[in-house]
């Protein structure tokens, strides 16, 4: 625990501007990002008496080892930088909002020149509209049924786009009038992004236009007695207004607008959000975190506005936003809204009113997504916190191990042999902690050897940290140990090519877990120990979780820990386990089906994925690229004298495959020179 007067500036070295600051501890990892109007003023309440300062600020300042700052020129400015310092450090200490669920959205694909509406979940892609999110995606698929039937945009697949346009032949929608069949040439690409814009116009609100212009349709068709016309209009204008009844109108003035309420206790607090468009409730998606720092409503909403609209652009940021506490900038944030925008942005606190009335329904929602969440983490809380406890008590260790590092072998008959490392901090996976390894040193199926490969990389990793941060003196190293070398170059993972400046970001093997777990018994025990003694590390507690019997083994001990089935910590420990075995057999099988995948050309120096299926498609098959002289292969595209001669001499080194065989008459396969088979 530091001291913070220890790394205190001096009052006169800190600016009275505008800016953010960054605290960093003593990894150099970034703990906590923050901006202020004066960065002295801010900096100040920091470093008073640590009895006036809030719990979690005091936690705050004492894991901290060092602070800096960065000065902007208006606050603006420094509300987006600290929204991007937030999203590429992940400071441990800042509020960040995590999605209590993954909400499906209605998509449109504009990028494509066929544009494609579909249900997606995830992270947003560039050229995409979005519209909700919406509680379930069965709402969304109704809704895209009734509006198909007026806008028949295309919704199928690239492969069965593609299908369709070779055959000739469009799918059912396209048989029944739900899609338009540009795969065939019914309509015009133009043709077909116009229905696209309108769809995405209507389901933005705009539905008054499409409603009466059908009507009007409607009504001069039946004068001129087109009946039949006239009621396939009557039932469009049914379709599209069932579409719409599926959203209630909310607010009578057709506004757009989203509204956020918050609900927090001491601990946690839970935000919800309704989008809504055209006055009426197009989508919902709530958010729940820790309140990991000294924060008010106020700096809960600022946080959730950040998050909300950091992405966005354009109309996806609506000309109204109501909140139920403005920021302690509310000028700063509404600026940095109408910039996302492009136009003004209203933010405020609803008075009276429709909207007064739903945002009350939003907090509503607010207050039961709290409790909700409480009810289920209590348990979850309780259940983690006994299981370390559990596990600390087992291995014998000080204390609790808050982080975790699991490690298993992964290979197909000896063949694509790797490794993978997962990380579980406080109970929890940590997901962008997660390596994977290739075992290099050697050839053939060998656990134990491999496991002692895969530790010693990972920690020699740990060390070169250490040592390039000032951390870790080098000092005489204890009999038998192996030293470090001064850099990662020659350690044989994927990851040698790092940054190595000290940018804050979460480094990669920097930080030393409590506790290792390998997949295996006591020789695989036995040969993760050895590394680390290699290393001269005794600090890191190293345990096996074998298969057979879930018998927990330690380095030195003839007899297993066993623990109760119904013990806690063994459970953790095989989620642990499990964990790591399903990251490095995925990797494993990537790995095998890449070498399946692999072709002769491969081997051939600068010589990309174009150019080699340029050659494919110029001789049809390998086989016939093989037969073909350095003069035919010059003949395709691109490819130069000295490339052709590569490519030759490659496939001349290649074994020949051997011959394809009926397997019900027993005849070998010939190919001839037209490529068929006989």
Not at 461 to 479: C, I
Request: glycine fraction near 8%; include cysteine; aromatic fraction near 6%.
């Amino acid at each position: 625990m530091a001291d913070p007067s220890s790394y205190r500036p001096k009052p006169g070295q800190i600016p009275d501007s505008p800016g953010v600051y960054r605290f960093r501890d003593e990894h150099r990892r970034v703990i906590y990002v923050g901006k202020a109007k004066s960065l002295r003023q801010r900096l100040a309440n920091y470093f008073q008496d640590l009895a006036n300062v809030h719990p979690r600020t005091r936690t705050m300042v004492t894991t901290a080892a060092s602070v800096e700052w960065t000065v902007v020129a208006t606050e603006v400015e420094a509300l987006q930088l600290e929204y991007s310092w937030i999203k590429e450090f992940d400071p441990r200490f800042n509020v960040k909002y995590r999605d209590d669920k993954s909400y499906p959205y209605l998509a449109v694909t504009l990028n494509e020149e066929f544009p494609r509406v579909q249900v997606m979940r995830g992270a947003k892609k560039k050229g995409v509209r979005y519209f909700g999110p919406y509680g379930h995606a069965w709402a969304i698929r109704e809704t895209v049924d009734l509006m198909l039937r007026v806008f028949p945009v295309r919704t199928c697949s690239a492969g069965v786009f593609k299908n369709a346009a070779r055959t000739g032949r469009p799918c059912l929608l396209g048989y029944i009038g739900k899609c338009s069949a540009p795969c065939v040439g019914r309509v015009t690409p133009e043709e077909h992004r116009e229905l696209a814009d309108d769809f995405c116009d209507f389901m933005a609100g705009r539905t008054g236009t499409y409603i009466r212009r059908l009507e009007k349709d409607m009504m001069a068709a039946a004068e001129e007695m087109e009946y039949e016309r006239a009621a396939r209009l009557r039932d469009d204008v049914e379709a599209l207004k069932r579409a719409m009844e599926k959203s209630a109108v909310v607010l009578a003035d057709a506004t757009d607008a989203d509204l956020i309420a918050v609900a927090e206790d001491e601990l946690e607090a839970a935000v919800q959000i309704f989008h809504v468009r055209g006055g009426r409730v197009r989508g919902q998606r709530g958010w729940v975190t820790d309140k990991v720092e000294a924060v008010d409503t106020s700096g809960l909403v600022e946080h959730a506005l950040q998050q909300l609209y950091g992405e966005e652009t354009g109309d996806s940021v609506p000309k109204e936003v109501l909140v139920p506490a403005l920021p302690e900038d509310p000028e700063a944030v509404s600026q940095w809204l109408a910039g996302r925008r492009g136009s003004q942005v209203s933010l405020r606190i609803p008075q009276r009113g429709d909207k007064k009335d739903l945002m009350v329904t939003v907090q509503r929602n607010a207050q039961q997504a709290l409790g909700l969440h409480k009810t289920k983490r209590a348990s979850d809380l309780t259940t983690r916190s006994r299981a370390l406890e559990e596990i600390a008590e087992a291995l014998g260790l000080e204390t609790a191990p808050l982080r975790i590092e699991c490690f298993d072998i992964s290979h197909l008959q000896g063949d694509d042999v790797v490794a993978s490392m997962v990380v579980f901090e406080d109970g929890l996976a940590r997901k962008s902690e997660y390596r994977r390894f290739q075992i290099k040193g050697f050839e053939g199926q060998d656990d134990v050897r491999s496991m002692h490969e895969v530790i010693g990389r990972r920690f020699r990793r740990y060390l070169q940290e250490k040592e390039r941060t000032g951390e870790w003196e080098e000092s005489p190293a204890p009999s038998g140990a192996v030293p470090a070398p001064e850099t990662a170059a020659g350690d044989g993972d994927p990851f040698d090519n790092e940054p190595r400046e000290d940018d804050g970001r979460p480094k990669r093997f920097a930080y030393p877990p409590q506790l290792v777990v390998v997949d295996g018994g006591q020789p695989q025990v036995a040969a993760a120990k050895r590394a680390l003694d290699e290393l001269g590390i005794d600090d890191i507690a190293v345990c096996g979780l074998a298969k057979r019997l879930e018998e927990v083994w330690l380095p030195d001990d003839d007899d297993p820990v066993v623990l109760p089935r119904t013990s806690e910590g063994l459970y953790l420990l095989q989620r642990v386990r499990d964990e790591a075995h399903r990251f490095a057999i995925t990797y494993q099988r990537a790995k095998r089906a890449k070498r399946i995948r692999s072709s002769p050309l491969d081997a051939v120096s600068g010589l990309g994925e174009t150019r080699k299926q340029a050659l494919i498609k110029h001789f049809g098959s390998v086989k016939k690229l093989k037969q073909a002289t350095i003069d035919e292969i010059c003949e395709v595209p691109g490819i130069g004298r000295r490339t052709a001669e590569s490519v030759a001499v490659a496939l001349a080194s290649t074994t020949p495959a051997a011959p394809a065989v009926n397997t019900a008459t027993g005849e070998i396969i010939e190919e001839d020179d037209g490529g068929s088979t006989s």
